[in-house]
Structure formats: structure tokens, C-alpha cells
T-cell receptor, first 115, second 109 residues
């Protein structure tokens, strides 16, 4: 297992377009998390899954954002009608459980630029 | 609300120890203390975590105060590759990491 994979690494899109990012967690990990990070700030929690169930969504997550994790494996994060304020690094992480002895493993992120 | 307090930045000379403080005065008895670091253009990387006892691993040591209101991450011999933002995070039983601004560590040759 090579860790958490995110695709694409970079995405440039025009304002108003829809974009979708994919995250492949470590195969035996039950939990999957999405974060957003802007320049100079720490990662900001967006949502997380326990297997296929989405357990929590941040209040900061607008209705234009949706995430899925079908069959409890990979996950997708879709942003509809993108805005310039959506430009950020989108990070995915996975873990075995809530307090994983080995910590959480993050992917390298998808950098979104909305022009 | 990250619920931890860290200095904005710290500087160290190469091959010297680095002590990174973190204040978590409102921590509850079941919250874990996690440390992650983030190198430029990379996702955060797990460093170490603990509950009550001091912890050591190949990357660092974690010293937890007896009252658990503060902790210190110790990098025993800083290298240039240790230059990163270090995040101290309280992790509750729901298991959702909430990052603050972290401490930017600068290592000088």
C-alpha cells in the first residue's frame, strides 16, 4: 500500500464550472476525512466518513460541496459552480479508527485554482 | 476552535534540540494529544501522540505535563529537513483532527 492517493494533483478551472476530486485511502482504513487549506493557514475540517456513512459535515461547507464514499472505499469531493474563494489545497486523510494508534495518514492534496 | 495554543515560530540551529511547547489547558481526561508536521507543498505528516505518559518514537519525544494542561514536542537533533509547521492537536473520542495555525520551525545551518 502506497498510502493515501489524491487525484488530480492540480486543477485549474473557470469560475462557475464543476470539479470533482478523488481520494483513495489506505485500504484497511475505515475513516476518511476531507480538509481544505488556504495559504498560511492550518487545514480546515470539511467532512468525514466512517466506512460509507458520512458522519459529520462542517458548517462552513456550503451546499455547493458534496462528498461521497460509495462502498466505503474511495471518496469523491465535488464542488459545483466554483467560485474564486474555493481556490485552496484540498487534503484527504484516512485512519483505522477515531484514535488510531498509528495516527492519520494524509495525501499530498489537490490544489484547486479558480480563475 | 483548535483549543490549543502554540508559539507562531521558533528557530533552532542544526543538530541542536528543539522544544516545541503547546498549551491545552481545557483538555478533558480522554482527549489525546497529537502532533503533526507539514513540510512545504505536502500534506500533514503524523509525528507522535500520547494520552498521559511521555512517548518516544523514531521521529521525536512527547513530554506531557502531569496535569495534562500542556505538552512539549522534542526534536532531539534538528536537521534542515525538520523545517516545517508543527501542529499540536487535541483529539477527542470522535476522532476529528482540528488544526490551529501551528508553529513554524526554522532550522539554521
Amino acid at each position: 500500500d502506497t498510502g493515501v492517493s489524491q487525484d488530480p494533483r492540480h486543477k485549474i478551472t473557470k469560475r462557475g464550472q464543476n470539479v470533482t476530486f478523488r481520494c483513495d485511502p489506505i485500504s484497511e482504513h475505515n475513516r476518511l476525512y476531507w480538509y481544505r487549506q488556504t495559504l498560511g493557514q492550518g487545514p480546515e475540517f470539511l467532512t468525514y466518513f466512517q466506512n460509507e456513512a458520512q458522519l459529520e459535515k462542517s458548517r462552513l461547507l456550503s451546499d455547493r460541496f458534496s462528498a461521497e464514499r460509495p462502498k466505503g472505499s474511495f471518496s469523491t469531493l465535488e464542488i459545483q459552480r466554483t467560485e474564486q474563494g474555493d481556490s485552496a489545497m484540498y487534503l484527504c486523510a484516512s485512519s483505522l479508527g477515531a484514535t488510531d494508534r498509528e495516527g492519520y495518514t494524509f495525501g499530498s492534496g489537490t490544489r484547486l485554482t479558480v480563475v | 476552535d483548535a483549543k490549543t495554543t502554540q508559539p507562531n515560530s521558533m528557530e533552532s540551529n542544526e543538530e541542536e534540540p528543539v522544544h516545541l511547547p503547546c498549551n491545552h489547558s481545557t483538555i478533558s481526561g480522554t482527549d489525546y494529544i497529537h502532533w503533526y508536521r507539514q513540510l512545504p507543498s505536502q500534506g500533514p505528516e503524523y509525528v507522535i501522540h500520547g494520552l498521559t505518559s511521555n512517548v518516544n518514537n523514531r521521529m521525536a519525544s512527547l513530554a506531557i505535563a502531569e496535569d495534562r494542561k500542556s505538552s512539549t514536542l522534542i526534536l532531539h537533533r534538528a536537521t534542515l529537513r525538520d523545517a516545517a509547521v508543527y501542529y499540536c492537536i487535541r483529539l477527542d473520542s470522535w476522532g476529528k483532527l482540528q488544526f490551529g495555525a501551528g508553529t513554524q520551525v526554522v532550522v539554521t545551518p
